[in-house]
């Protein structure tokens, strides 16, 4: 048996729960428990957002998902949670229509999931380490970049690697690409592939929704004050 | 123990992606609370952004340089910002729905005349 590697094992943890609370929140009936449910599963995907290497992103998971979305969820349960509507019953027939779709949807995704060779990290650690170190450049030359081989057979020897997306993320949200300086397709102009008009737009966009969420939400009472009552139907 | 001592590959990210996505997808076809069904699409975003984020690392494939880069990243960063914008302002609308009609069930807003 070889070594326990100690990414896949992490992986499997923080899949395991992602995966299991995501089925809960699904299969329980209270709204409080799926809130809480919620929030576990979106916690674990932060997780596995931090083992592929995505630091940044899984930050924002954590603090805009988790901290953010989720209590605003959160404050719509506890508004809304009143009497018959804390936990609300489905019927059997939806429950037989929602697990044939989720068969159906299952049988597509699962072998697509591994349908393309390219997907699967097939080396053996043990085989990467003692290639690297018997011959380092010939697996220098059979992988196209250095630095990225450097860190998967990193990953795959089971060894910590540091990542910095956050300095390159930035520049990318305003314009210039610092990761892609000596872009595939020539058309592009080198390092200037970024993304500054999308950055603009979702500002806006942002502004203008939660702008527009202040102002449907807010509390009308006029219609109580005119005809006490007429709503207790 | 195979899989303990295998490196983890896109494939991986992908199933977890996959089974996401059909929870958030049941979640929202049988939930009879409006924010459960709210719920079902946070998840099947958040499946999505563990497709995003598994495609764009330098780490699960053995064939280096078919990876997203940053792309992938950024992208996810846009679909993180656009589930809150869509968060707020559902919660504005099933807010305004239980103010006017007493009720969260959606089987029961099938006359929106405001």
């Not at chain 1, 992602?18 to 809130?35: D, E, H, K, Q, S």
């Not at chain 1, 603009?200 to 006029?222: D, N």
Request: proline share 3%; net charge negative.
């Amino acid at each position: 048996m070889d070594a326990i590697n100690w990414h896949t094992f992490f992986f499997l943890l923080f899949a395991l729960v992602a995966c299991a609370f995501a089925v809960g929140v699904v299969l329980a009936t209270n709204i409080v428990r799926m809130a809480l449910y919620l929030i576990v599963s979106l916690g674990a995907t932060s997780g596995l957002f931090f083992l592929a290497g995505a630091d940044f992103v899984a930050a924002m998971q954590l603090m805009i998902y988790v901290g953010g979305t989720l209590v605003l969820l959160i404050f719509g349960v506890m508004l809304t949670a009143k009497g018959p509507f804390i936990s609300m019953k489905t019927g059997g027939g939806d429950w037989i229509l929602a697990c044939l779709l989720s068969g159906c949807l299952a049988a597509f995704l699962l072998p697509a999931a591994f349908a393309v060779p390219g997907w699967r990290n097939v080396r053996h650690a043990a085989d990467t380490a003692a290639v690297n170190a018997a011959q380092p450049e010939i697996a220098e030359a059979a992988d196209a970049s250095n630095a990225t081989a450097e860190a998967n057979s990193a990953v795959a020897t089971n060894a910590p690697v540091q990542t910095r997306t956050a300095t390159p993320l930035g520049m990318g949200l305003l314009g210039p690409r610092v990761d892609t300086l000596d872009p595939d397709d020539a058309s592009l102009v080198a390092g200037m592939s970024g993304y500054l008009l999308p950055f603009e737009i979702i500002s806006m966009h942002l502004l203008v929704v939660l702008v527009g969420a202040a102002y449907l939400a807010r509390t009308k009472r006029r219609a109580d004050s005119r005809n006490p009552g007429a709503r207790n139907a | 123990m195979d899989l303990l001592s295998q490196p983890v590959g896109v494939s991986h990210y992908l199933v977890v992606g996959a089974i996401l996505f059909i929870s958030g997808v049941v979640c929202m076809a049988v939930k009879r609370n409006a924010i459960g069904v709210l719920m079902g699409i946070e998840l099947v975003l958040n499946g999505a952004n563990v497709n995003f984020v598994a495609f764009s690392s330098n780490f699960l494939r053995s064939d280096q340089g078919h990876s997203l880069g940053l792309d992938g990243q950024l992208i996810s960063l846009f679909v993180i910002v656009l589930a809150a914008a869509e968060a707020a302002v559902a919660l504005a609308i099933a807010l305004n729905y239980y103010n006017n009609h007493s009720t969260i069930d959606v089987d029961r807003a099938d006359e929106l005349k405001g």
